[in-house]
């Protein structure tokens, strides 16, 4: 079964950094592109950054970039967002997911760590 559980997520205030993190399990991590996706309130959801199996290709959203790091550790099956200079307009629950986490293509998401900004 897969898993993907995310977690860093908590209160921020403006231009601080915070880490999330993604754990994954049941399927070879290091074989598959990943990607963030965050969903803020009242709105859809929006991918963020992507990582390809060997780190060798990243890809961010223009409104993080320069601001955000993705990066994985295939060893440690883990998955990580660095965010820095965090702004208000970042709140929203960060979710992991396989590939680009098209759900219509069959791309697993977490449950998600929720991210607040705000002073």
């Known amino acids: 079964e897969v898993q993907l559980v995310e977690s860093g997520g908590g209160l921020v205030q403006p231009g601080g950094s915070l880490r999330l993190s993604c754990a994954a399990s049941?399927?070879?991590?290091?074989?598959?592109?990943m990607s963030w996706v965050r969903q803020a309130p009242g709105k859809g959801p929006e991918w963020v950054a992507f990582v390809n199996s060997d780190s060798g290709r990243r890809y961010y959203a223009q409104f993080v970039k320069g601001r955000f790091t993705i990066s994985r550790d295939n060893a440690k099956n883990t998955l990580y967002l660095q965010m820095n200079n965090l702004e208000p307009e970042d709140t929203a629950v960060y979710y992991c997911?396989?590939?680009?986490?098209?759900?219509?293509?069959?791309?697993?998401w977490g449950q998600g760590t929720h991210l607040t900004v705000s002073s």
């Open positions: 049941g399927f070879t991590f290091g074989n598959v592109d």
């Open positions: 997911a396989t590939n680009y986490g098209d759900l219509n293509k069959g791309d697993y």
